[in-house]
């Protein structure tokens, strides 16, 4: 773990993961870029919104056989509502992406963005990634409403990004983000809470929910005939 100081406050200011560039000052919201030998600070970063969910940074998590510990998140706002990407890093080399919301997780990993990709697709259109189908499902415009820990990328509160989300005609699901600072492709699957073995999580008054997710419905606990 490399560790530095914080330039505006000085409070220690950890990077646990290999491939963090920004973190956000627990102590004093200062967004904090790394470079090869220091850290800088740029700005002050918007406080997240409240939001009630159980996960938090540190809670980890398994996923495939691996162990990742969730290191920072960033909250985006679209016309609809809001969703979380929460960046997060196995202690090793890899990396990758839960994504929160309305309850729904995901788990997803960042891909080098293929020819198919080169130009955006359009809604209803079938991309090919690899030997699998995805079709253009939706495309939003999405705000980063502020950020907390360590990311791989700057998003500071503001940043706008055009989000097409794409359905495998099997299983899993694509991302294509385009912003100012380039276009990343994600590819993932949706997880329900209960495989992913979690730990460290907060505690949430009423939670969990007393509704059955589709995982439990066969539970004969939920079973009510
Ligand atoms: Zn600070």
Avoid: N
Avoid at 13 to 18: A, Q, W, Y
Avoid at 68 to 93: N, Q
């Amino acid at each position: 773990m490399a560790q530095y100081t914080c330039p505006s406050c000085g409070a220690d200011l950890p990077f646990r993961s290999s491939v963090s560039v920004y973190a956000v000052c627990a102590s004093c919201g200062s967004t904090v870029v790394r470079t090869d030998l220091a850290v800088e600070a740029i700005g002050i970063m918007a406080t997240l919104p409240d939001e009630i969910t159980p996960l938090q940074i540190g809670a980890r998590l398994a996923w495939q056989g691996r162990h990742f510990t969730l290191l920072g998140r960033l909250r985006i706002g679209w016309e609809d509502g809001a969703w979380t990407e929460w960046f997060m890093d196995d202690g090793a080399a890899s990396q990758a992406w839960l994504t929160e919301a309305q309850g729904l997780l995901a788990v997803s990993v960042e891909q080098d963005v293929p020819p198919a990709l080169a130009a955006a697709p359009s809604l209803g259109e079938v991309v090919m990634l690899g030997s699998t189908g995805f079709r253009v499902a939706d495309i939003k415009r999405g705000t980063c409403l502020g950020s907390e820990g360590e990311l791989p990328l700057a998003a500071p509160k503001g940043r706008i990004a055009t989000y097409i989300d794409m359905v495998g005609q099997t299983a899993g699901f694509a991302g294509l983000e385009e912003s100012e600072d380039g276009r990343r492709l994600y590819t993932g699957t949706y997880v329900p809470f209960e495989r992913l073995g979690f730990t460290g999580l907060r505690d949430v008054e009423g939670w969990p929910p007393p509704l059955p997710d589709p995982e439990r419905r066969h539970d004969p606990r939920y079973l009510t005939h």
